[in-house]
């Protein structure tokens, strides 16, 4: 049993974005040796996104330990405060440390294609027969099922879950500062230490001191901007698109009783939709790009096709289309592709971003995740976008993206003289001016 043991000597990792993320629990420091957790190495943080920037390599491991670090450093700053339980501190480490624990690769294509939910193989991992769970019962016995509820957002103190999922969590404090550091862009960076500073605990939630107001539109800003320059860049959501349809490829192969000519054996079980904890765990990024190779020399012209553009990055190319507007020609352009011998199922896709898993400041729509706080010099409590006409400019506005992905190069290896391919270029505004 070692609820509150402490490591002889205390550990650090040296971290590009927090300088240093400290390790002095023994509890800890055992977690992240388990194999479970040092699976988050194989699990890019960015998905396909390091096919648009070339440095966001880094893992979901790299995350979930600087989400620890936040937590640790907002807990210290919560030291000796009112409505602080500090008998909730290692509870705390140990979600924000395990909170990304049940991704899976490439995680949100991988997921739908799939219809999988990371956060249940997360509460699995959790409470089922693996080292995570060994290490967590060490401290004693129902602490498994705690971690879990703060996870799952169910925990009775509120509190303990607003660190790790509200508005302005440690979650969304480190990944915007990692992902703008690998990226190479500017806009996910905010004043922190600031914002640690001038945050207080009060009964169900993390409020902020009214004198760091500026600091969280920073943090809103930087936020909103990484979404629409990163997260939704077309460039990304292009190769994610081809990554979805290999999957569904090769799902639908396999369904038809197709013969691989090398057995997809890490599949098997999500192309059934019967996926076990130990199937799941076994399935990494490393793993699924090696079949993607694989797959470039099977005799389907299709998932082939697809896994030489995903593996050497020739991507789909893209115009702005809206499908609520342009359904004739969306039509028209279907039956075109048929008739040239372009399969539209897997050539002709719509991609909308504000469908992707990511949302930015909405007070008081997103149900789990509550408003941000201002607490006032009267002890009011004051809600930011009330008080901050940055924020109310940005604040319950749904922007959608649309765009339409196809294969550019099909396209322009067709007959010239054929009339249907004239026709697919003037609908997607490529026509030849002369």
């Known amino acids: ?178 992902d703008a550091y690998f990226t190479g862009v500017s806009y996910g960076h905010f004043d922190m230490e600031r914002i640690l500073r001038v945050m207080r605990p009060i009964e169900d939630q993390v409020v902020i001191k009214h004198t760091g107001m500026h600091a969280v539109e920073d943090y809103i800003m930087s936020r909103y901007q990484m979404y629409w320059q990163v997260y939704f860049h077309p460039v990304s959501r292009s190769a994610e698109v081809i990554l979805s349809k290999i999957l569904h490829r090769a799902k639908h192969l396999y369904q038809q009783g197709y013969q691989f000519s090398l057995q997809p054996t890490h599949f098997l079980s999500f192309f059934s939709g019967n996926v076990s904890l130990e199937e799941y765990l076994r399935l990494d990024e490393s793993v699924v790009l090696y079949y993607f190779q694989m797959w470039i020399d099977e005799s389907d012209e299709i998932l082939s096709d697809l896994c030489v553009r995903f593996t050497n990055r020739k991507l789909l190319k893209y115009i702005e289309f809206n499908p609520n507007l342009q359904m004739s020609e969306w039509m028209e352009l279907y039956q075109l592709f048929k008739q040239v011998g372009i399969d539209p199922e897997y050539y002709l896709v719509v991609d909308s971003s504000s469908d992707l898993p990511y949302d930015f400041y909405r007070p008081g729509e997103e149900g789990e995740r509550l408003p941000i706080y201002l607490f006032m010099p009267n002890q009011e409590l004051k809600e930011l976008s009330r008080q901050s006409d940055i924020v109310e400019s940005i604040s319950g506005k749904k922007r959608t993206d649309h765009k339409l992905y196809f294969p550019m190069d099909f396209i322009e290896a067709l007959p010239d003289d054929q009339l249907e391919k004239n026709k697919i270029k003037t609908i997607l505004g490529l026509a030849d001016t002369e």
Not at 15 to 31: N, T
Not at 49 to 73: C, D, K, M, P
Not at 146 to 156: F, H, L, M, P, R
Request: hydrophobic letters at 40%.
């Open 1 to 178: 049993m070692y609820k509150d043991e402490q490591l002889e000597e205390e550990k650090v990792f040296k971290d590009p974005v927090h300088r240093y993320i400290h390790v002095k629990d023994r509890v800890i420091w055992d977690l992240i040796g388990t194999a479970e957790f040092q699976r988050l190495r194989r699990i890019k943080q960015l998905g396909t996104s390091f096919l648009t920037f070339h440095g966001a390599e880094h893992s979901r491991f790299n995350h979930s330990l600087g989400v620890y670090e936040i937590v640790r450093r907002i807990l210290f700053n919560f030291e000796g405060r009112k409505h602080w339980n500090k008998e909730e501190r290692l509870l705390c480490l140990c979600a924000a440390l395990l909170h990304d624990l049940g991704h899976g690769p490439f995680s949100h294509s991988f997921e739908k294609v799939f219809k999988l939910d990371h956060e249940a193989f997360t509460r699995q991992i959790v409470l089922g027969h693996t080292e995570i769970n060994y290490v967590l019962r060490q401290v004693e016995e129902g602490f498994p099922q705690k971690v879990a509820d703060v996870i799952n957002k169910t925990y009775e103190d509120k509190l303990v879950v607003s660190l790790i999922s509200s508005q302005i969590d440690a979650d969304r404090m480190d990944y915007l500062q990692r």
